[in-house]
């Protein structure tokens, strides 16, 4: 397992993450996560706290893509309810003590890549006039830990160095997500439309608190139109950290169900492309987190 890694900022939704694959027996693995909640009483932090320290262990990069933070008890909150406040939140500096936590709990990574915002950031920017993730960024730079901001939607370019001047890569699509539950559907719909819209080789997106894969062919001419190439497409769907299943309240009202929890390990491998070649490839290996 490769352990080297660095990510390279182009702007605030383009990211490279660049790293050295040097034979094929070796492989690198990134966690791509969402929807932690992380200061939410529904938050699993001890599932979540597994993940990271994993990760932590192998210098696996970690992508977050919205909705780290809950905050959805401000004042004036419609979705706010007293029994849903920890202890240390009950406090006139809400919103400061929610970041000061998740601050001092991340600060202990050091293998932290890109937090990327949720529907549940951009809520706080909208009513609040702050941003969440930026207040995260300075108060983990006052413990002497960096953390990379992205966007609600953007990409990150994996490059594998496999030898001098030789590399593979493939790109990823992130996007936090829309739309409902997606409870029947899996969120099938939303990943036929991004794929339709955005061209990558691997898409993630979060918000609907389900957990599938959907793995797909393309099938095309090369670009002098000679031959037939195939390449894949995987799109993944990230589930939540939160787990709000229970006898009362607004999740059990609206017929919500028990949801499954984490996220996505990607495994990144070099193996043999055309067959009867000596092409390579980049290959792709999802694992459920």
Known sequence: MNKDWTLYTEDDTIHTLATTIPNRKCKFRALLISDAHFDSVSCDRGLLKSHLDQAQKINAPVFHFGDWFDMMQGKDDPRGSKNKVRDRFKAADYFTQVVEESAEFLSQYDNLALWGYGNHETSVMRRHEIDPLMMLKASMAGKGSDLNIGGY???????ANLRAKVYL??????????????HVSGGMPE??????????DLYYAGHQHNRSMDDRIITK???RGRAIVRSQKISLRGSTYKQEAGKLGWFVEKGMVARPQGGWWVDFSVTSGTPGTKEEILSMSPVMA
């Open 153 to 159: 939607q953007g990409f990150v370019t994996v490059r």
């Open 191 to 200: 990943n036929s439309k991004t794929r339709s819209a955005f061209e990558a």
């Open 169 to 182: 890569t493939k790109a990823i699509h992130y996007f936090h997500g829309a739309a409902g539950g997606g």
């Open 221 to 223: 001419l090369n670009s």
